[in-house]
């Protein structure tokens, strides 16, 4: 048996039962105990049933994570590749089949960071996996609660548990669809193309469209809460960038969040040594011509102090390195919060 998807193939779940029996410890290992998969479900007539029964299974290897029964019998392509990749990586016991690639998808950098700020926020429930525990809209509409829109939980949104016909997908949708209503309107977002649908379906790019903008939003809020109601946006963070390295005798400075001296991450430690004086080790700073890999060094540690002088920061050392525009905006302005608490 084989599939050439994560969706139309997999509906069944007769592939499923088939790996889990393949990829269960067969007691072969110390301190692994052998685990038989019950394959009777298999012949369950009714493909939800069949499905949710291949799940119990998949519990007892601990891989139950990201699918419902209906994602399965539904085909829901991004969510049965996480399912799968978390099989893969607890239970690797798989030998690559000869002159085959498999392409297992995992997180993106930009994927963990929202995920972390998300978390570091309270929302419940807690993100695993941010497509899936975004799919009924209930994280994001929290989120949107976070930056003051107001959401009217009472007569808009469905709360679980989602019951009735396909797991109380058409609920899910009816979130969905008011969560991108609130962006369109009281959030003032640019959400050109995006329907509730690809939130509940899982697309990524027009997914994160909407979650970057609610973190941009987020951190702005908190700038301005800050500074007594003056509207924060780029070039206000920029300018009190430069002004405090200014102030503090640094001949560093940045044009935007895309200059290239970003990169060394020493306009970023210049600015928390100005924050907090005597904070950075600066003969711990590569200068000169630096590699791939000093600049990396930089960049962690420039991450690392940023945390451990108070800024909220979500951010990874890579984001630095690779200048990644709307990320290196967020450390800026981490930094500018924690400067003004400290004014």
Same mark, same amino acid.
């Not at 926020?121 to 009924?136: A, K």
């Not at 050109?192 to 903008?213: E, P, R, S």
């Not at 984001?319 to 608490?341: H, P, S, W, Y």
């Given at each position: ?10 509906? =069944? ?39 949710? %029964?291949?799940?119990?299974?998949? =519990? ?17 392509? @991004? ?23 498999? !392409?297992?998808? &995992? ?8 995920? !972390? ?47 009735? /016909? ?42 994160? +469209? ?21 509207? #924060? ?12 390295? +200014? ?14 001296? /970003? &990169?060394? &991450? ?5 600015? /928390?040594? %100005? ?10 700073? @590569? ?10 060094? !930089? ?11 108070? #800024? ?28 003004? @608490? @400290?004014?």
């Amino acid at each position: 048996m084989s599939i050439s998807n994560f969706s139309r193939d997999i509906k =069944d779940s007769k592939a499923y039962f088939h790996l889990l029996e393949q990829i269960a410890p067969d007691g072969s290992k110390e301190d692994v105990p052998r685990v038989d998969i019950d394959m009777t479900g298999l012949y369950e007539k009714d493909p939800t049933k069949r499905a949710e %029964a291949m799940l119990v299974q998949a =519990d007892r290897l601990g891989c139950r994570q990201f699918v419902t029964a209906i994602d399965v019998v539904s085909g829901n392509a @991004k969510l049965n590749m996480a399912f799968v990749a978390t099989l893969f990586n607890k239970h690797p016991a798989l030998t690559k089949p000869e002159n085959q690639d498999w !392409n297992l998808e &995992s997180e993106t950098r930009e994927e963990r960071t929202f995920r !972390n700020w998300m978390n570091s926020l309270g929302v419940s429930p807690h993100v695993h996996h941010i497509y899936g525990d975004l799919q009924d809209a209930m994280v994001i509409l929290q989120l949107y609660e976070k930056i003051k829109v107001k959401v009217d939980w009472d007569n808009r949104v469905n709360l679980p548990p989602f019951k009735g /016909i396909g797991g109380g997908h058409l609920k899910k949708i009816e979130n969905c669809n008011y969560a991108v209503e609130l962006g369109k309107g009281k959030a003032n977002f640019s959400l050109v193309g995006i329907g509730g649908q690809d939130l509940y379906d899982g697309n990524a790019t027009l997914t994160l +469209a909407l979650v970057w903008q609610l973190m941009r939003r987020y951190t702005l809020n908190v700038l301005e809460d800050l500074g007594h109601g003056e509207v #924060a946006g780029d070039d206000l963070i920029i300018s009190w960038v430069n002004k405090t390295l +200014a102030e503090a005798g640094k001949s560093s400075s940045i044009k935007s969040f895309k200059d290239k001296s /970003i &990169s060394t &991450s020493v306009p970023v430690l210049d600015l /928390i040594n %100005a924050i907090q004086p005597n904070s950075v080790n600066f003969e711990l700073v @590569k200068t000169g011509t630096l590699s791939d890999e000093d600049k990396l060094d !930089n960049a962690k540690y420039a991450i690392s102090m940023a945390r451990k002088i108070g #800024a909220k920061v979500y951010a990874l050392p890579e984001d630095l390195v690779e200048v990644n525009q709307k990320m290196v905006m967020t450390i800026f302005a981490c930094l500018m919060g924690r400067g003004m @608490k @400290k004014a």
